[in-house]
């Protein structure tokens, strides 16, 4: 089956520690992207990443890191700058529709985060 | 300012009611598209519909239904005969044309609640 898969469902932190979501597409997507989700509130955009070896900051990047080194991943690291980590975090990827050139997103089942 | 609004933070109906969520946005571009998702119980957003600032024809697909006007810069979306699967967090988002791929601004969610 295509889809996007998110590991692990549920992730505890410790202080001080860096840990890493994975997401993995295989839909053929260029585009992939980081949102963080915190109650009550939409999705806040941490990084994206347009191709293999290439990504952009989104509006909440601190505290953060990405790579992509290959076309199927893009894991997101949160690191022990991050002071507030506790949150749902959602990877997506997306198709390019033509001739516009804009995206619909498609998103994987999420990854909660908890500080112990 | 780019910005999605969802005045509705809650909403309760029973079963076989019908109901509609409300979208406003922001804009100043005249090139620009909206999206609804679904977000249920278990966390993965779910697509429901893209629709670009051209085509202001209203759509059905089976129950649902959205009525987008830009002379109120509304989005809106009706679910006719709800059941309790209905029940979710359903999102509105807007994306600018021209802006960097990412750039999915989303509101903060409407909670649907359907009692059987």
């Not at chain 2, 024809?57 to 649902?64: F, K, L, V």
């Amino acid at each position: 089956d295509g889809g996007i898969t998110q590991s692990p469902k549920y992730l505890f932190r410790k202080e001080g520690q860096n840990v890493t979501l994975s997401c993995e597409q295989n839909l053929n997507h260029d585009a992939m992207y980081w949102y963080r989700q915190d109650p009550g509130q939409g999705l806040r955009l941490i990084y994206y990443s347009q191709i293999v070896n290439d990504f952009q900051k989104g509006d909440i990047a601190e505290g953060y890191s990405v790579s992509r080194e290959k076309k199927e991943s893009f894991p997101l690291t949160v690191t022990s700058a991050q002071k507030n980590p506790t949150a749902f975090y959602l990877c997506a990827s997306s198709i390019t529709h033509l001739p516009d050139r804009t995206e619909t997103q498609y998103f994987g089942p999420g990854t909660r985060l908890l500080v112990l | 300012a780019q910005k999605v609004t969802q005045a509705q933070t809650e909403i309760s109906v029973v079963e076989k009611e019908d109901v509609t969520l409300d979208c406003v946005y922001e804009t100043r571009d005249t090139t620009y598209y909206l999206f609804w998702y679904k977000q249920p119980p278990s966390g993965e957003l779910v697509f429901l519909i893209r629709r670009n600032s051209f085509d202001e024809q209203n759509e059905i697909s089976g129950r649902y239904s959205w009525n987008f006007q830009k002379s109120t810069s509304s989005f809106n979306f009706t679910i006719t005969a709800s059941q309790v699967v209905d029940s979710a967090v359903y999102f509105c988002a807007l994306r600018f044309y021209g802006g960097s791929q990412g750039n999915l601004i989303f509101g903060k969610g409407t909670k649907l609640s359907v009692k059987p």
